[in-house]
């Protein structure tokens, strides 16, 4: 399995939104690929830093290096195309130096060219909508002096080496780019793709919305849901009877009324009164039934037969019952 090392220096106090390490790091956590990630953080000295870089490459033996710094000004993703044999620091370092108009190695080359794909990883970052250029030198600051020290460092050993510098992810300065860390990990992504040559996934394309069918009024076949279990058949309920409530027609004879309910006895010498029955109004019939009254049972005093006929004994049995009065009661005396 190939290994690749990404070595990223640590945010310096000075520079706002350097995010270089973070990048690194969320790159070496989310990667898939076939090869191994590394990621490695150097002191942003230089001293320190050319130290601790040759030390990681001599432990883990990578197949390709990477060395990524923040840009405080720039506008887009830049691949160094040349790292110059010159220490020209424009602000001091984590340690105070800041080296002026002095060689990084003395008596070496005054300059070495990466052995990255520049043109090849520009293009596939500009093919991702990422801003990519490339450059001609690195100029004299840190990030310079620790791509020359890599570059004297693995000639002879024909791994692909270099550096990329990146925006910084908050505005640092008017017109200044600023990417979010997770862009500039995508961005890493793709260049340790094109260094490996490994092709980015294919993104799969968005399915295309259904389209609802032209209405057919003549075609309901295909819209007609089919019937899994047969439907039960609920059992008819019988035909209900209703009691017609309108008087009978002129023809018919009328019904018997419906019997009276049963009632309590009448009271002791109070003859019964019978119910009152009132004819039921017809539809048919404009004349609106009249209430009459009940006509009392006759009694002795006026019974039609008794007094037309007076040679008629009346009976004792007619003749109302006499209750004693409540003095007859009390004094015991009663009055037949």
Known sequence: MSRVLITAFEPLPSIVGDGAADASRILAETWQGSAEIVARDLIPAYTESSRRLRASVAKHLPDAVLVVATDPEATTITVERLAVNLDDAPFPDAHGAQPIDSPVVAGAPAGLWTTLPAREIVEALVARGLPARLSVNAGGGLANHVFYVLQRELAEWGVPSGLVRVPPTAPTAAGALALPVEVLAEALRTVVQTVLGEAPPEEEPAPEPELEPAFDPEATQPFLMAIQEPIAEAPAAPPRMVTPTLAP????????????????????????????????????????????????????????????????????????????????????????
């Open 249 to 336: 027609l002129a023809d018919e004879p009328p019904a018997a009324p419906p019997a009276p309910e049963p009632s309590l006895p009448p009271a002791a010498g109070r003859p019964e009164e019978p119910p009152v029955l009132v004819p039921p109004w017809g539809p048919t019939s404009s004349d609106v039934p009249v209430y009459e009254p009940p006509v009392p049972a006759p009694t002795r005093e006026t019974r039609p037969d008794t007094a037309a006929r007076p040679d008629v004994d009346a009976d004792p049995q007619d003749e109302p019952t006499r209750h004693p009065t409540w003095d007859e009661i009390i004094s015991g005396k009663t009055t037949d």
